[in-house]
């Protein structure tokens, strides 16, 4: 029974990519909910498998050259069943997607209100006036200060930030249930970060959204999620709010990954930031059993993990891949360098 909260249940997700005639995982049994009012963050190194779990929601995939399993429930239905015409009528209307590259995600040749009107068009009966009152209305919502004279621009007319700010405003048109943003900040320098994510905030309690926010930014996380789930080659190695993962991280990885964080603190020197060993591996390469993250953790003894790891629970909501997050628990972050 899924709780009334919840608005997209992600149960056992694999997406594999056919190489060379033999099919690897690049996400691998996930599990995780999206809930309402909730800014869920899925972190992890490039090539962790972020990505390609937002584009199996989204239906994004050629099905001759992937294997997807597991179910994606959203209003009743499994997403990962619909049809082209299923997806289309869920894709803008009811999960809006923020990519990372804003200009490559706009048409060129089209003035910004034709590109809005598009989305409107397609899902709604608005009347030409109708839908040009709602791009002002949307334009002014994810704060273009001079929205009459943005929509009638090109994209190549706006700023970096201006344009992300208009793909959100493609994506929230329909005011959908749940907002996919993809680095949405990546692209962007940190003073225009912070206002993006201030918009993604505001439109988040406006439309009681539910958002996944998919970044490689532990800073981003921190301010602004309220669950995270860390991702290591293809799995979630460990899940909880914000608070429980930043306050009492237990995975390994995890670990690593908030000691690799820059404090933005004069006192830190920036050559004593920690760095990871190794390389998330290409999904060729992932180990078939025991813990993928185990070979950049030599020190942890064999024995410290689990033959095929599950989730353990450590608190209500709180979980952790693997039973080496015992061998490796030290009571402040800095003691994660071994
Ligand atoms: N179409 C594809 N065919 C084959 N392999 C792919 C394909 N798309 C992604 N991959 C591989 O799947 C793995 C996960 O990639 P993905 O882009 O999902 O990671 P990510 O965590 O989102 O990284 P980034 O932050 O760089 O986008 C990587 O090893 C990548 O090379």
Redesign the pocket.
């Known amino acids: 029974m899924v709780e009334d909260d919840v608005l997209l249940e992600l149960k056992d997700i694999s997406t594999a ?1 056919k ?1 060379n005639s033999q099919y ?1 995982d ?2 691998s049994h996930v599990n995780l909910e999206v809930k309402k009012d909730e800014i869920l963050a899925i972190v ?10 937002a584009t199996t929601i989204m239906g994004l995939h050629d099905p001759d ?1 992937t294997h997807i399993s597991g179910q994606a429930l959203f209003e009743g239905q499994d997403l990962l069943k619909l049809n082209e015409d299923g997806l289309n009528d869920v894709r803008g209307a009811k999960i809006g997607m923020i990519f990372q590259d804003p200009l490559s995600a706009l048409n060129p040749l089209k003035r910004i209100d034709d590109q809005i009107s598009e989305v409107l068009d397609y899902h709604t009966q608005m009347t030409a006036t109708e839908k040009h009152d709602r791009v002002i209305e949307l334009l002014n919502q994810v704060g273009i200060v001079n929205p009459d004279r943005t929509a009638r621009q090109f994209p190549h007319e706006l700023s970096g930030g201006m344009r992300q700010r208009v793909i959100i405003a493609i994506a929230i048109a329909c005011k959908p249930d749940i907002i996919i943003a ?2 949405p900040t990546t692209a962007l320098d940190v003073t225009i970060q912070a206002q993006i994510l201030d918009v993604l905030r505001g439109i988040q309690r406006e439309n009681h959204a539910g958002i996944i926010l ?1 970044t ?1 930014d532990l800073g981003v996380v921190a301010e602004t999620a309220d669950e995270v789930a860390v ?1 290591y080659a ?1 799995e979630i190695v460990e899940r909880g709010t914000t608070e429980q993962v930043f306050g009492d991280p237990r995975h390994p990885y995890t670990r690593s990954l908030l000691r690799s964080m820059p404090q933005g603190d004069a006192d830190v020197d920036n050559d004593d930031l920690y760095v990871i060993q190794g390389s ?1 591996p ?2 060729e390469r992932l180990p078939q059993t025991g813990d993928r993250f185990a070979a950049r953790i030599p020190w942890i003894p064999v024995e410290a993990h689990e033959a095929e790891p599950t989730m353990h629970e450590i608190t209500p909501g709180h979980q952790v891949r693997c039973t080496c997050y015992q061998e490796f628990y030290f009571k402040t972050l800095e003691e994660t360098r071994v």
């Open positions: 990519f190489i690897y690049a996400v992890g190194e490039s090539g962790c498998g972020k990505s390609t779990l050259a993809d680095e998919i490689h991702m293809g998330v290409s999904i």
